[in-house]
Structure formats: C-alpha cells, structure tokens
C-alpha cells in the first residue's frame, strides 16, 4: 500500500515539474520525491505489511 501511495506521490511531483507550476514549499517537486522516497524506504522495511501466521499452517 505504501508503495502505490509512494507512485502517486512521483507522478504528482514529476507532473508539477514537468508544467511549471509554481507551488507552495511543502508541495515543490523536491518535497513530493522525498516523501515518496520515505514511503518506498518504509514499504522496503516491511512497515504496513500484512502479518502471516507461518505456524498454524503446515505443508504437506
């Protein structure tokens, strides 16, 4: 999940970089990318990852 949160946070950044347009410091380009990079760096660290219950069941 945190991961496509992370892509729509690029597409943004890369959209409002790509037209121009002038925005607030919390929602520069720069801004977006490294909250998204923050978000990929939690998805990679098994932050918001289901949990699974290896013991309760057995392969046969």
């Given at each position: 999940m945190l991961a496509f949160i992370a892509a729509v946070?690029?597409?943004i950044a890369f959209i409002i970089?790509?037209?121009g347009t002038a925005t607030e410091a919390i929602f520069s380009?720069?801004?977006?990318m490294l909250?998204?990079?923050?978000?990929?760096a939690l998805h990679m660290g098994?932050?918001?990852v289901g949990r699974t219950s290896w013991?309760?069941?057995r392969r046969r």
């Open positions: 946070l690029f597409g970089h790509a037209t380009p720069t801004g977006l909250l998204g990079l923050t978000l990929v098994g932050v918001g013991g309760s069941r």
